[in-house]
Structure formats: C-alpha cells, structure tokens
C-alpha cells in the first residue's frame, strides 16, 4: 500500500511541477491564447480530468508492476520511469513558455515511445496492467496530433 501512495505522490507532483514551470494555465497563456489550434481540441477541463485519470491508473500500473520484485530486479524499470517523468514535466515549459513547439512535437514523441514501452511489458505481465497505460498512450497521441497542428499551422 506504501508504494501505492508513494507512486501516487510522484505522478501527482510531475502534474504540479510541469503545471509551475509552464508558468501560469493555458487560459492565462498569451502565447496559447493567440496561435491557431486544431478544431478538434478539447476544451480546457478536459486536459484536468484527462490527466487526472491518466496519473491514477498510472499508479496502478506502476504499483501492481512493481510488486514482489527488488530495486535491483526494478533498476531499468526506474530509470525509465525517471525518463518519462522528466519529459512529462519538461514538455509544458517547453511549449508554454519558452513557446519551442517543434521541440514539444519531439518530446512528445520520445514520450509516446516510453509510454508505448511502459504499455508493451505491461502487457507481457498481464491484460489488466497493459489496459492501464493505454489512456497514457491515447491521450500522448491527441497531445502529439494537437501540437503538430499548432507546428503545422503557426
């Protein structure tokens, strides 16, 4: 159970903390207030619920993965874990403020590509830990397709 909210605790601080850094909301953004974006992008609540999902299954997936296993047997795992939370966190300065929307297109990718690993051995474990990134997976690819319009026609 400890690990459970400890995983909890760390996926919720990279919201926090990529929340900080991209140095006030979307709404707030001039940057993001101004530029054309995609006719299919979700309204502002959406991006909270989303990731609030995302991070709680997230946690599930990580909990149950990294269960009766040592650090040792883990440390690739972690390394990889420590990967994705710095780019999920590096994207939102990266596009908000430093306003680098190529570099947020290459973000994301590298990220789909974690994810999408994080997703693959989860599914070697078990259905049920594989279906847990799989919102993680779908929701990077809307973000990836929402940020490459934003490139494509700005």
Known sequence: MLRFFVFLAINFSALAIGSYLMGGSPVENTFYQTIEKAPWTPPG?????????????????????????????????????????????????????????????????????????????????????????LPYLLWLLIAFSLNGYIFLMN
């Open 45 to 133: 609540w959406v991006f909270g619920a989303a990731w609030s999902l995302i991070m709680l299954c997230f946690t599930f997936y990580l909990t149950l993965f990294t269960s009766n296993q040592t650090f040792k047997e883990l440390y690739a795992f972690y390394w990889i874990f420590g990967v994705q939370f710095i780019l999920n966190v590096g994207w939102n300065p990266t596009f908000f403020y430093f306003h680098q929307v190529f570099l947020g297109l290459i973000i994301l990718l590298l990220l789909i590509i974690v994810i999408a690993w994080f997703c693959y051995i989860g599914f070697q474990k078990s259905k049920m830990q594989g279906v847990l990134m």
